[in-house]
C-alpha cells in the first residue's frame, strides 16, 4: 500500500509521513498545489490512499481572505476528491472541531450537526462536504481532530502554542491565557498513528473523531504545561472578549471519539500526550 500526504511538511502531515515511513510518499507544497487539478492529477499517482493535511489554517485571517481559505480547503478538497475518484484511490481530508458552533456544551460525536461560526470553518465544513459528495464510490474518510501541537509546529501558523507558552515563560513575559474556551488539544503523533489504524484496519468509510482525550481551557492546557515542566510561569486568565481577534471561536468543541471507541480503539488522555511531547521536546517534564 503506498500513501501520498499532502502537506507531509506541516505539523501533522510530517508526523503521518513518519507514521508510515516507507509507505508514505510525502507531497510538500512545492509538489503539489491543491487549488490547481492540473497538479493534483500530476501528483497523485501510483498510490492507493491519498491523506490530504493541506490546509489554510489561519483562522482569523480567514475572515479577510475568504477566497484563499475556500481555494485551499474546499476546491482543494474536491480537486482532490475528483482525482481520487477517477483513479479509485481512498481519500482522506483532515478537517476539524470548527466545524462546530460549540454551544453543545457536551462533546460532539461524529453524527452531530455542523454549524460553522467562523470563515475557516465553514471553508473546512465545505471541503467535509465535497469530500463526502465527490469521493464515489464513497472511498472516504473525514477525520477531524483539534488544538493540534508537534514536534513541526502549524506552518501556517509559525509554531504550536506549546512552543509558545514555553519560549514566553523563557522571555519571563506576562502570559494572559483564556479560561473560557475549551477544547481537546491533541499530539499530532497520537493523531497520525491513530489515522494509519484507520486505514489499515479498513475501518467503515465516513466520519472519525481522532483527538486526545478528555478537555479542558486553554488556560488550564498553559498551567499545565508550566506544571510539567516546574515552570514559574506569570500565567493569569482572561476571557476571550478581552482579545481583539477578528474570528469568533466555538466556547466548547470538544470531540468524542465514539465511533473509534466502538471498534475498540482509544486515544490516550490529553495529559499523557501532552508529558510525552514535552519529554521528546525537552526532556525536562516532572
Ligand atoms: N493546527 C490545528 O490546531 C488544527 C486543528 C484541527 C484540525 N487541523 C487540520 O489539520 C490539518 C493539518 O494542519 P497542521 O496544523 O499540520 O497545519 P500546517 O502545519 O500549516 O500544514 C499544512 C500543510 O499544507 C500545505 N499547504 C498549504 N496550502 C497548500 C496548497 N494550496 N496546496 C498544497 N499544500 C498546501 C502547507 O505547506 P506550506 O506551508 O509550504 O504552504 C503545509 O505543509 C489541516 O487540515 C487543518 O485544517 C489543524
Not at 510518499?25 to 492540473?38: G, T, W, Y
Not at 481532530?145 to 509546529?153: I, P, Q
Request: with cysteine; net charge neutral.
Amino acid at each position: 500500500m503506498k500513501v501520498a500526504i499532502i502537506g507531509a511538511n506541516g505539523q501533522l502531515g510530517s508526523d503521518l509521513a513518519n507514521a508510515f515511513g516507507e509507505k508514505a510518499l510525502p507531497l510538500s507544497h512545492a509538489e503539489i498545489e491543491v487549488k490547481d487539478i492540473n497538479s493534483c492529477i500530476k501528483a497523485l499517482k501510483n498510490v492507493d490512499v491519498v491523506i490530504n493535511c493541506a490546509a489554510y489554517v489561519k483562522v482569523d485571517d480567514s475572515e479577510d481572505h475568504p477566497e484563499e481559505a475556500f481555494m485551499v480547503n474546499a476546491i482543494g478538497a474536491r480537486n482532490v476528491a475528483l482525482v481520487c475518484n477517477e483513479k479509485q484511490m481512498k481519500n482522506i481530508y483532515i478537517s476539524t472541531d470548527f466545524v462546530f458552533d460549540g454551544n453543545m456544551n457536551k462533546p460532539y460525536q461524529e453524527d452531530d450537526n455542523p454549524n460553522p461560526i467562523n470563515t475557516y470553518g465553514l471553508s473546512k465544513y465545505a471541503g467535509e462536504i465535497l469530500t463526502r459528495n465527490l469521493s464515489l464510490p464513497k472511498k472516504y474518510y473525514i477525520i477531524r481532530s483539534s488544538s493540534l501541537y508537534g514536534e513541526k509546529g502549524a506552518r501556517g501558523k509559525g509554531g504550536n502554542f506549546v512552543d509558545w507558552m514555553i519560549e514566553k515563560a523563557n522571555n519571563n513575559e506576562v502570559i494572559k491565557v483564556v479560561d473560557d474556551i475549551v477544547m481537546s488539544p491533541t499530539y499530532t503523533k497520537d493523531a497520525a498513528e491513530m489515522v494509519k489504524t484507520i486505514i489499515e484496519k479498513e475501518l467503515p468509510y465516513g466520519i472519525y473523531h481522532v483527538s486526545n482525550q478528555g478537555y479542558c481551557s486553554w488556560f488550564d492546557f498553559a498551567k499545565k504545561i508550566f506544571d510539567f515542566l516546574d515552570i514559574d510561569a506569570k500565567l493569569f486568565p482572561i476571557k476571550s472578549d478581552e482579545l481583539d481577534r477578528k474570528a469568533r471561536r466555538p466556547k466548547f468543541s470538544t470531540l468524542e471519539s465514539k465511533k473509534l471507541n466502538s471498534f475498540g480503539l482509544r486515544m490516550r488522555n490529553w495529559e499523557d500526550a501532552l508529558k510525552d511531547y514535552l519529554r521528546e521536546r525537552s526532556g525536562g517534564v516532572k
